[in-house]
């Protein structure tokens, strides 16, 4: 990324249960891991296989809590229909969203950890949804998602990024320098896992944009960081965060 990114970061927690209404701690530590994850400071970063030290990342951007805003619920779980970011549907609408990130903590229920929006949807709905027992370290973060990267994965997909796996059997995420996996792959990956697709590539299993454990996961690659690039750039879905 081309000049300094500083992301102003709005929390929205809806609780019902005490342990869904994460502390201030908690979400600082998801804006740390944010931070970590983004700028290569991860302490897993060199971890990442020789076969890959030649595209891994540092992505380059910076996230700043801006402001927490919570809301008691009677809502059990919220789904994905985007029900949290409504007012009228008992949610908090986004703040400010075509210049921050509004990220919503909340129990979305079905096994789902989170979701993210793309880039160039409607900013009514922008932003990151994470469920609060995966949202940043301990409080009430789960294992094996307690080490706050569901949220550096959905914050993936909000900057452009697709599954490794491009969602199909040997699909494309549309980055040149990811191999093609035949699939998401889950928990721990052994070290080289083959790829069946043509090729047969050593998958980068470690990559953000895969499904596997959070300490499995410890990686963008630079074509990974091309695609943010662009949508941050003059013309791009987010030039409006990039001032
Ligand atoms: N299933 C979610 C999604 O596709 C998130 C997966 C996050 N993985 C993790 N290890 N935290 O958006
Ligand atoms: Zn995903
Ligand atoms: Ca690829």
Same mark, same amino acid.
């Given at each position: 990324?081309?000049?300094?990114?500083?992301?102003?970061?709005?929390?929205?927690?809806?609780?019902?249960?005490?342990?869904?209404?994460?502390?201030?701690?908690?979400?600082?530590?998801?804006?740390?891991?944010?931070?970590?994850?983004?700028?290569?400071?991860?302490?897993?970063?060199?971890?990442?296989?020789?076969?890959?030290?030649?595209?891994?990342?540092?992505?380059?951007?910076?996230?700043?809590?801006?402001?927490?805003?919570?809301?008691?619920?009677?809502?059990?779980?919220?789904?994905?229909?985007?029900?949290?970011?409504?007012?009228?549907?008992?949610?908090?609408?986004?703040?400010?969203?075509?210049?921050?990130?509004?990220?919503?903590?909340?129990?979305?229920?079905?096994?789902?950890?989170?979701?993210?929006?793309?880039?160039?949807?409607?900013?009514?709905?922008?932003?990151?949804?994470?469920?609060?027992?995966?949202?940043?370290?301990?409080?009430?973060?789960?294992?094996?998602?307690?080490?706050?990267?569901?949220?550096?994965?959905?914050?993936?997909?909000?900057?452009?990024?697709? &599954?490794?796996?491009?969602?199909?059997?040997?699909?494309?995420?549309?980055?040149?320098?990811?191999?093609? &996996?035949?699939?998401?792959?889950?928990?721990?990956?052994?070290?080289? &896992?083959?790829?069946?697709?043509?090729?047969?590539?050593?998958?980068?299993?470690?990559?953000?944009?895969?499904?596997?454990?959070?300490?499995?996961?410890?990686?963008?690659?630079?074509?990974?960081?091309?695609?943010?690039?662009?949508?941050?750039?003059?013309?791009?879905?987010?030039?409006?965060?990039?001032?």
């Amino acid at each position: 990324v081309n000049g300094k990114i500083e992301i102003p970061v709005v929390v929205n927690v809806l609780y019902r249960t005490t342990a869904e209404n994460i502390s201030n701690a908690q979400i600082q530590s998801q804006i740390d891991v944010l931070n970590k994850d983004f700028n290569a400071l991860n302490s897993d970063y060199n971890n990442v296989p020789a076969l890959f030290s030649g595209v891994k990342a540092n992505i380059g951007i910076t996230f700043v809590l801006d402001q927490v805003i919570r809301k008691s619920t009677t809502k059990t779980s919220w789904g994905t229909n985007d029900a949290m970011k409504k007012t009228a549907q008992g949610g908090l609408a986004p703040t400010s969203p075509t210049t921050k990130l509004n990220m919503w903590s909340c129990n979305i229920g079905g096994g789902i950890l989170g979701y993210a929006q793309f880039p160039g949807g409607a900013s009514s709905t922008d932003g990151v949804v994470i469920d609060s027992r995966y949202f940043g370290l301990s409080g009430s973060a789960n294992a094996p998602f307690n080490l706050g990267r569901t949220a550096t994965h959905e914050v993936g997909h909000w900057m452009n990024l697709r &599954h490794i796996w491009g969602d199909a059997t040997c699909g494309s995420d549309l980055v040149a320098d990811t191999p093609t &996996h035949n699939t998401a792959n889950y928990g721990v990956p052994a070290y080289p &896992h083959y790829s069946t697709c043509s090729g047969t590539p050593v998958e980068m299993t470690m990559n953000y944009m895969d499904y596997v454990d959070d300490a499995a996961m410890y990686m963008f690659s630079n074509g990974q960081k091309s695609r943010i690039s662009a949508i941050f750039t003059t013309g791009g879905a987010r030039a409006s965060f990039a001032q």
